[in-house]
């Protein structure tokens, strides 16, 4: 099984570019975020057409999931027990839908941005992780031996290596010490990064920002991730990053991180 996960921003501006990924990847399962639309905006009748199911979770014309499959796709489910909303009032926000995929539980997850060094924002970034690792240690113990994961952005970098200059980050969201202490916390509870370990090493990047010719110049970070349960973990044969999909006009901002599993 192929799996892969992708921040489109915003699908309905390229689903051209998602279903030709499809394609030229070979990929059975898609996990998407900031998809932009809601449920029924979604420009699903091509990826119909090319075989694949999808589950969908937007809300407005902001955040939002989805899981794409021509696999199946069983027991879809919007959102995770006690995930937490923003704004006042309080509502919910489109940012975690999970699936089962010929045996495989694939969640794809937008985490919040946080957006700067005490904004409530931030807060509420934490909250939404700590609320993730409860429900992700409470898979783990009910089911042991399930093949789990947890693919999105992450909106983290991990580790200093994750950006291409950490000194112009020292004041930033995505590296502070408690965001790197949740990202942690969830790979304590048993899920790993099954990425790293194929591709050591700095600059392998998933995001460029637009401004200033950050692709171009390899100015990026690493923010996308697959964290898989044990059973996951143990049938991953492969991992690339399709910078392809963030060359080229009308790109997204993100590229599609890919992983292989053995049957």
Request: charged fraction near 25%; charge should be negative.
């Amino acid at each position: 099984m192929r799996i892969a996960t992708w921040n489109v921003n915003s699908v309905r501006s390229r689903i051209d570019r998602v279903e030709a990924f499809l394609q030229r990847q070979d990929v059975d399962v898609l996990a998407l975020q900031e998809t932009k639309a809601r449920d029924d905006q979604w420009p699903t009748m091509g990826l119909q057409a090319l075989g694949y199911e999808v589950a969908t979770y937007g809300l407005n014309q902001w955040n939002g999931v989805a899981i794409v499959s021509r696999v199946g796709i069983e027991d879809v489910q919007q959102g995770f027990d006690g995930m937490p909303g923003y704004g006042d009032p309080v509502a919910a926000e489109a940012r975690a839908i999970g699936a089962t995929c010929d045996g495989v539980r694939v969640w794809s997850l937008y985490v919040p941005n946080g957006r700067a060094v005490g904004d409530p924002h931030l807060d509420y970034k934490l909250a939404w992780l700590e609320a993730l690792r409860t429900n992700a240690a409470g898979w783990l113990a009910d089911d042991p031996d399930r093949a789990v994961a947890l693919t999105g952005d992450w909106n983290i970098a991990p580790l200093d290596e994750d950006v291409f200059d950490i000194a112009q980050f020292a004041k930033s969201t995505h590296v502070t010490p408690p965001e790197r202490a949740a990202f942690q916390a969830v790979v304590d509870a048993g899920y790993a990064d099954v990425v790293r370990p194929l591709l050591p090493g700095p600059e392998v990047y998933t995001y460029w920002d637009y401004y200033r010719q950050r692709f171009e110049r390899n100015r990026g970070m690493r923010i996308d991730f697959v964290l898989g349960s044990p059973a996951f973990a143990a049938r991953v044969t492969g991992a690339r990053i399709d910078r392809d999909e963030r060359a080229g006009t009308g790109a997204s901002d993100h590229a599609p991180v890919i992983v292989d599993l053995s049957d």
